[in-house]
C-alpha cells in the first residue's frame, strides 16, 4: 500500500512537470512579455523604456530557458522559466498584479471556497443517489419516465438561469435569504445556504440520470436474480446488493473532485460574492493577471492528481478484491 | 445594387461540416448495421421531434452562415466600395426586425417605451411620460384594440401550418404506401394513427407546430417587437436568432475541429501499443490534469492577447469576431478531446485481440488498412455518441465562458452575452425579463431537443444497451 502511494506520488512528478512546461509555453511562447507588457500598459503609453521598466520591475526581463549572460549552472537557472515556472513546485507563486503574494491570498481564500463547495458537493451527492434509487425503484413505469424527463429538461437548462432564477425567486421576491455576500462563523450559513440549494437544484438533473444508469447497469447482473430468487425483498436487494456493488463506479467519478473542491466554483462565487478562490479566479481573468490564472492551473492540476491517488485509495475500502502494491 | 459574397473562416468549416455530414449519410446508408441503428432512433417519437426541432434550428444557423457586404454607393466609373458591415442571408431576410430600432428597453407587444421620458406640454409645462415607440405597434391608431389587430393578422397561420403539416403527410403517406405496398388513403391513415415503423406523427405534429410559430412570427415581428428591446433598442427576438448559428457553430465545429486528432492519437495508442501508446497517454493524463475551465481560461487569454496586438490581421470588425469564435472553438476542442481518445483507446484494445483482426492481420494486411478497414468502422459509434453528448455541454458551456469573460467576442450575439446583459438589468423594478426568458426559451429547446436525440442516438447505438 505505502510502495503503490510512493509509486504514484513519484508518476505525479512527470505530469506535473508537463503541466508545469504546458503552462509556461502557454503563457510565455505564444505571446513575448514585450507583448503582454504592450498590452497592459496601453498601447498609448508603451514605449520601449516603459515596457523594459515594466519587465524589470515584474522579473519578466530573464531569457526563457537559457542565459548566457550567467556562470556555471546559473546559466540556466537565473531565467524565466525557473524563476516563473518550476518555483511552483515550492507554492511559491509570486506577485500578482496589484502587488499582493498569490500563495497568502490562494490560502486565507480556500476555506470560504471549502465552505460553499462541501455542502454542495456532499448534499447534492445524497440527493442524486436518493433520487436515482427510487427511479430505479419504479423503473420502466410513468414515473420513471417522468423523471428522466424532467432530470434531461433540468440538464437543458443553464446553470446562469439557476442561479439567476434563484436569487430572484428567494431573496427578491420571498426575501428569505440574504442576495450574496460572505461572513465569517455562524453567521455564514445565512450566506451559504441559497447558493449550496441553487447548486444542488442545478446539479441533481445530470446526477441522478447518471447513477441511474449505474444503478440500472448493476441490476441486470446475475447476483441480482441470485438475491432475489434467494426471496429478498426488492428493497433489500437496492439498498444491500446494487448499491454497494454500484460503489466502484460511483466513487470513480466522485472521489477525483473532492481535492478540487477547493477551487470552488467560478459561476457561485462570483454571483453570490463569497471571497473564495473561483472569485479570485474570474477577477484575474477580467484584469488579465496572468501570474493569478497561472498558479491556479498549477494548483488544480496538483489537486486533480491528488483526486486520482484517492480514488484508486478508496477502491479498497468498497472492494476487498482491489489490492494496491 | 451590387454586393460582394465573404467567407469567413467559420463559414468555411461550416459547410466543410455539411460536406463532412452528407459523405457520413450516405456512408451510414451503405452499411445494413448502421442503417438498422438508424431506424432504431427513428422509431422513437422524441428523436424524431428533436430531429425536426434541429434541422430548424439548423436552416436558421446555416442562413446566417452565407455573408455577403453590399456594394456602397459610388461616383461613376469609380472603384466600387463595399459597406465594412458583413450581412448574412438571415439579416436580409430579417431587415425589418434588424433595422427598426427603438431608443432602449420595451416590454414584448408594448406600444409605449419602457422609460420615462421628460417632454414639454403644448401649454409649457412638462409631464414624465413613457413615449410611444418608433415602430413597434406603431400601425396602431390610439385607442385602437391591439388584440383584435393580432388576431386580424394572425387568422390566416393555422391554415398555412395545416395546409405545410397536410402536403408533407400526402408526400410521407405516398412514400410510406410506395415501401410497404399499401393504398396512400391506408398508410396516411396509418401515419395519423402512430402505426407506422418509424415515428412520423410526431414529427409531423413538430413541423405543424413549428410553421404555426414561424407563421406568426411573419405575421407579427414586423408590425410588432414580439419579445421585446434590449437596451439599445435592438429587436431580441432578432438577437435571439443570431444567436442560434454562434450557438451551433460552437456546439459543431469544437467537435469537427478536435475529432481527427482523438480519433487519430486515440486509435494509434490503442492499436500500436508500445512507447506511441506511452506518449500519448502521457499526453492526455497532463491535459487531462488542468481542471478544464482554468485551461481553457488561460488560452483564450493568451489568444485575446495575441488578436489584440495584431490588429492588421483583419479588415472588418466580423473578421475579428470570427477568428475569435473559431480561436474558441479550438481551444474548447483541445481541452475536449481527451475523455474521446481515452475511449477509442480502450476499445480499440479490446478490438485488437479479436479474431478477425488477427485474421485480417496473418492474411497480410498492412497497419493502415487494418486501422481503416477493421479497426475505424467499429469505433464509429463511439464517436457518434459522443459528437452527439458533447453538443448540449458545448452550447451550455459558452453561456458560462461568456459570462466569466473568456466567451466569444462582445459584439458577436450569443446566448451567452444576451444572458450577460440581461443579468445586469434585473435589479430595476419593474423587472425586465424578457431578454432572459427569450435566451431561456431559444437555449431549453435547442438543447433539450439535442439531449433527447443524443439519447436515440446512444440507445441505438451502443451495443450494451441492446442486450437489455
Known amino acids: 500500500m505505502l510502495a503503490y502511494i510512493v509509486r504514484r506520488l513519484l508518476y505525479a512528478g512527470p505530469i506535473l512537470l508537463g503541466v508545469n512546461l504546458f503552462t509556461f509555453i502557454l503563457f510565455f511562447g505564444i505571446n513575448t512579455p514585450d507583448d503582454i507588457a504592450r498590452m497592459q500598459l496601453g498601447p498609448k503609453y508603451a514605449s520601449e523604456e516603459s515596457i523594459q521598466r515594466w519587465k524589470t520591475e515584474r522579473g519578466y526581463d530573464k531569457p526563457m530557458f537559457y542565459n548566457p549572460a550567467r556562470e556555471g549552472v546559473e546559466k540556466l537557472t537565473d531565467t524565466l522559466f525557473v524563476d516563473k515556472s518550476l518555483r511552483m513546485f515550492a507554492f511559491e507563486f509570486g506577485q500578482a498584479n496589484d502587488g499582493h503574494d498569490i500563495a497568502l491570498e490562494i490560502r486565507g481564500r480556500m476555506a470560504p471556497s471549502f465552505a460553499v463547495a462541501l455542502p454542495t458537493f456532499v448534499l447534492s451527492l445524497f440527493a442524486a443517489i436518493t433520487l436515482a434509487l427510487l427511479l430505479v425503484f419504479f423503473r420502466a413505469t410513468a414515473l420513471d419516465f417522468w423523471g428522466v424527463t424532467l432530470c434531461v429538461t433540468m440538464m437543458s437548462i443553464s446553470s446562469m438561469f439557476y442561479i439567476i432564477g434563484g436569487q430572484w425567486l428567494v431573496s427578491k421576491i420571498w426575501a428569505l435569504a440574504p442576495v450574496s455576500g460572505y461572513a465569517q462563523g455562524l453567521d455564514m450559513v445565512r450566506f451559504l445556504c441559497l447558493p449550496v440549494l441553487i447548486g444542488v437544484v442545478a446539479g441533481v438533473g445530470s446526477g441522478t440520470r447518471w447513477y441511474r444508469t449505474i444503478f440500472l447497469e448493476e441490476i441486470s447482473r446475475d447476483y441480482v436474480r441470485t438475491a432475489r430468487a434467494k426471496g429478498l425483498s426488492e428493497l433489500a436487494t437496492l439498498f444491500r446488493h446494487v448499491l454497494k456493488n454500484a460503489m466502484i463506479p460511483i466513487l470513480t467519478g466522485v472521489v477525483v473532485v473532492i481535492p478540487a473542491l477547493f477551487l470552488g466554483s467560478l459561476l457561485m462565487e462570483s454571483f453570490f460574492a463569497i471571497p473564495g478562490l473561483g472569485s479570485y479566479t474570474i477577477e484575474a481573468i477580467r484584469s488579465q493577471d496572468f501570474g493569478i490564472v497561472r498558479s491556479m492551473v498549477f494548483i488544480g492540476s496538483v489537486l486533480y492528481i491528488f483526486g486520482l491517488i484517492l480514488t484508486d485509495l478508496s477502491y479498497t475500502l468498497v472492494d476487498p478484491r482491489v489490492r494496491l502494491g | ?468
Not at chain 2, 428533436?50 to 430548424?56: D, E, F, H, K, N
Not at chain 2, 427603438?102 to 406600444?111: L, V
Not at chain 2, 472553438?329 to 475536449?336: H, R, V
Not at chain 2, 459558452?398 to 440581461?422: K, Q, R
Open chain 2, 1 to 468: 445594387m451590387g454586393f460582394r459574397f465573404v467567407l469567413l473562416p467559420t463559414d468555411l468549416l461550416v459547410f466543410l461540416l455539411i460536406v463532412c455530414t452528407v459523405i457520413f449519410a450516405v456512408l451510414a446508408r451503405r452499411r445494413a448495421p448502421s442503417r438498422e441503428a438508424w431506424r432504431r432512433v427513428g422509431r422513437q417519437p422524441a428523436a424524431m421531434a428533436s430531429a425536426v426541432i434541429l434541422s430548424v434550428f439548423a436552416i436558421i444557423g446555416f442562413m446566417d452562415s452565407l455573408h455577403y457586404r453590399v456594394q456602397l454607393p459610388s461616383g461613376e466609373g469609380a472603384q466600387a466600395v463595399y459597406s465594412s458591415e458583413v450581412l448574412s442571408a438571415l439579416d436580409a431576410l430579417l431587415t425589418p426586425l434588424r433595422v427598426r430600432v427603438e431608443k432602449t428597453y420595451s416590454a414584448p407587444f408594448a406600444r409605449e417605451s419602457f422609460q420615462r421620458e421628460t417632454v414639454e406640454r403644448a401649454d409649457g409645462g412638462q409631464a414624465r411620460i413613457t413615449p410611444r415607440l418608433v415602430y413597434g405597434a406603431s400601425h396602431l391608431q390610439e385607442g385602437e384594440s391591439m388584440l383584435s389587430d393580432i388576431a386580424r393578422r394572425l387568422a390566416w397561420t393555422p391554415f398555412l401550418a395545416l395546409a405545410v403539416a397536410g402536403a408533407l403527410l400526402c408526400v410521407l403517406g405516398a412514400g410510406v404506401a410506395r415501401n410497404q405496398g399499401i393504398g396512400v388513403a391506408d398508410a396516411v391513415r396509418r401515419i395519423l394513427a402512430g402505426r407506422t415503423d418509424l415515428a412520423w406523427r410526431s414529427a409531423l405534429i413538430v413541423v405543424f407546430l413549428a410553421m404555426l410559430l414561424i407563421a406568426a412570427g411573419v405575421a407579427l415581428a414586423p408590425h410588432y417587437h414580439m419579445l421585446g428591446t434590449d437596451k439599445v433598442g435592438q429587436d431580441v427576438l432578432y438577437l435571439s436568432l443570431k444567436s442560434i448559428r454562434t450557438g451551433l457553430v460552437i456546439g459543431t465545429l469544437t467537435t469537427l475541429i478536435m475529432l481527427p486528432f482523438a480519433v487519430a492519437l486515440g486509435i494509434a495508442a490503442g492499436y500500436l501499443g508500445g512507447w506511441v501508446d506511452d506518449a500519448i497517454q502521457y499526453l492526455y493524463t497532463v491535459l487531462n490534469s488542468i481542471p478544464s475551465v482554468l485551461l481553457i481560461a488561460a488560452s483564450v487569454l493568451m489568444m485575446q492577447v495575441m488578436i489584440d496586438t495584431n490588429p492588421q490581421w483583419f479588415d472588418t470588425a466580423a473578421q475579428r469576431a470570427d477568428a475569435r469564435l473559431l480561436a474558441l472553438c479550438a481551444i474548447l476542442g483541445i481541452t475536449s478531446w481527451t475523455g474521446l481518445c481515452r475511449l477509442l483507446r480502450g476499445e480499440t484494445l479490446k478490438l485488437r485481440e479479436l479474431d478477425y483482426v488477427q485474421a485480417a492481420r496473418a492474411f497480410g494486411a498492412s497497419t493502415p488498412q487494418i486501422l481503416r478497414r477493421h479497426i475505424l468502422p467499429n469505433v464509429m459509434h463511439i464517436v457518434l455518441i459522443s459528437v452527439a453528448l458533447d453538443f448540449s455541454i458545448l452550447v451550455l458551456a459558452e453561456a458560462v465562458l461568456s459570462y466569466v469573460g473568456i466567451g466569444v467576442d462582445p459584439s458577436t450575439i450569443s446566448f451567452g452575452s444576451m444572458i450577460n446583459a440581461a443579468r445586469a438589468e434585473l435589479a430595476r423594478e419593474p423587472v425586465v425579463w424578457w431578454s432572459l426568458a427569450a435566451a431561456f426559451g431559444f437555449m431549453l429547446t435547442m438543447v433539450l431537443a439535442a439531449n433527447l436525440f443524443a439519447d436515440a442516438v446512444r440507445d441505438a447505438f451502443d451495443p450494451r444497451r441492446q442486450l437489455r
